[in-house]
């Protein structure tokens, strides 16, 4: 009886499904992961340890995910929007430059462009995440920490509809997973169990720094929508929005603004004249850079911190030709005055 149930049990053992689940999955994961990339990002920041003076440089990393031949890389919007420089790395160790080409901190997606696409490079597909449901198996691969082509895998969590956990991100779809997240893992690909890419990594919700079981990527048909089919340009520009007790703390002349705290080199916030900020301060909550111009209007689009204003501004500036003036008008040491630019690729 004894060995007739050991028998039995290893038999059930041997037939048990997740071993052949298991065989299938690290087939997918072959076939995928050269398309997954790292960022590679460095800018001018304060000293960390330092509340003004002289800007330093500072490396960033993030990951990314190629979705086309001529060398198209998703990424996250926050991973990259000030960045100075940008380079990608390839499994192979291989590093490329690219530059952002298009970018919607709303939603926390950016697309990048390859100076070249390497000849051993894999191209991921994008997949249509409205057949994704909750608790569907998803597999994210990134570079939690640097430590580049990690594999998570988890489970589809939640579908949580634009500005829900964090209002600021407004125009994202998000999906809730409980595939593990991390520092670095910022921008990487979530993939069903065909290989297809159906969200962006965005943010975690964490009390502890570390991953928590609460893990957010935006999905597929977001980043198609904003970035594939209209896609916005880049400004370079990180920004605070300002209201109530804290624009009138900040002397704001009218009810808010946008106060600009960093602007990448070389980008088209740059290039206008745009001045980001000097000195960190704490008011409150907010932790901000103090010392940059703030913004009022926008093509005579008054700003106010909110999505509806964005997407006007946006829409505006999507209907400006080559070499059309783009105005911006901003508070900067208690003037009002305009700058003036114009559109360009």
């Known amino acids: 009886m004894k060995k007739s149930f050991i028998a039995m049990l290893c038999a059930l053992v041997l037939a048990w499904p997740g071993a052949s689940n298991a065989s299938a999955l690290g087939k997918v994961v072959k076939r995928v992961s050269g398309s ?11 000293p960390p340890d330092a509340y003004e003076g002289t800007k330093v440089s500072a490396q960033g990393l993030g990951s990314g995910v190629l979705i086309s031949k001529d060398g198209k890389v998703l990424t996250a919007a926050h991973v990259v929007q000030t960045a100075d420089t940008v380079s990608v790395e390839f499994p192979n160790g291989e590093i490329v430059k690219a530059r952002v080409v298009s970018s919607e901190p709303p939603a926390d997606v950016a697309l990048l462009q390859l100076e070249r696409v390497p000849a051993s490079a894999v191209v991921a597909k994008l ?70 890419v159906v969200g962006v990594v965005s943010y975690i919700l964490t009390q502890s720094g570390g991953f928590e079981g609460l893990g957010f990527a935006v999905t597929s048909n977001t980043v198609k929508q904003l ?26 002349p009218q009810t808010s603004g946008l106060l600009v705290l960093q602007v990448a080199e070389g980008s088209p916030a740059a290039r206008i004249g745009l001045r980001g900020g000097t000195t960190k301060v704490r008011i409150g909550n907010a932790r901000l850079i103090l010392g940059g111009d703030i913004i009022l209007r926008v093509m005579g689009i008054p700003m106010h911190p909110d999505i509806d204003t964005y997407q006007r501004i946006r829409a505006r500036l999507r209907q400006l030709g080559l070499g059309q003036q783009i105005t911006v008008t901003v508070l900067r040491a208690g003037k009002i005055i305009k700058l003036i630019g114009s559109a360009t690729p």
């Open 227 to 252: 970035l594939l089919e209209r896609p916005p340009f880049w400004s370079g520009l990180q920004g605070h929005g300002l209201s109530g007790e804290l624009a009138a703390l900040l002397n704001v």
């Open 127 to 196: 997949g249509d995440s409205d057949k994704v449901e909750v608790a569907d198996q998803v597999f994210i691969i990134g570079a939690p920490y640097g430590i580049s082509h990690t594999l998570t895998v988890g489970h589809i969590s939640a579908r949580r509809t634009p500005g829900g956990e964090r209002s600021e991100l407004g125009l994202a779809e998000f999906f809730q997973t409980d595939a593990a997240v991390n520092q670095g893992n910022s921008g990487g690909p979530m993939f069903n169990l065909q290989g297809e």
């Open 36 to 46: 997954v990339v790292v960022i590679l990002t460095e800018e001018k920041v304060l």
